[in-house]
């Protein structure tokens, strides 16, 4: 179990990374709006992080739906499958807030 988050830098990963996730694009989509008329292809979508319990369960989290049910682990843990790949963007982003706090003196623990 790792060291406890404070609820600052909790609050700043979890808004991070629904900006993240909300940058995604498909334009390969076909949008078709009211009365079935075809609009702009393509479409952007929020890409659904992945969560994983200490016992190795995982949860799918469909929105920004990170809530305080999650542990520090489990938000830790977060990652995005691309097919057989996964991007830990948790951890990415927490390695970006260590290297803000070591280069700039960001503060993130109120």
């Known amino acids: 179990m790792s060291e406890p988050m404070s609820k600052t830098r909790r609050e700043l990963l979890i808004e991070m990374e629904s ?6 694009y498909n334009a390969s ?3 078709y709006g009211p009365g079935g008329v075809r ?3 393509g479409r952007s979508f929020r890409y659904p992080i992945t969560l994983r319990d200490t016992d190795g369960t995982t949860t799918k989290v469909k929105a920004s739906s990170i ?10 843990s ?6 057989a790949n996964q991007l830990d ?8 807030l260590e290297l803000l706090e070591q280069r700039y003196g960001l503060n993130l623990a109120k």
């Not at 809530?67 to 830790?76: E, I």
């Not at 977060?78 to 097919?83: I, K, L, N, V």
């Open 78 to 83: 977060g990652y995005y499958a691309f097919g």
């Open 29 to 31: 989509i076909e949008n």
């Open 89 to 96: 963007v948790m951890s990415g982003l927490e390695k970006i």
């Open 67 to 76: 809530n305080s049910f999650f542990s520090d682990d489990q938000v830790r």
């Open 19 to 24: 900006i993240l996730g909300n940058e995604c």
């Open 39 to 41: 609009q702009a292809p």
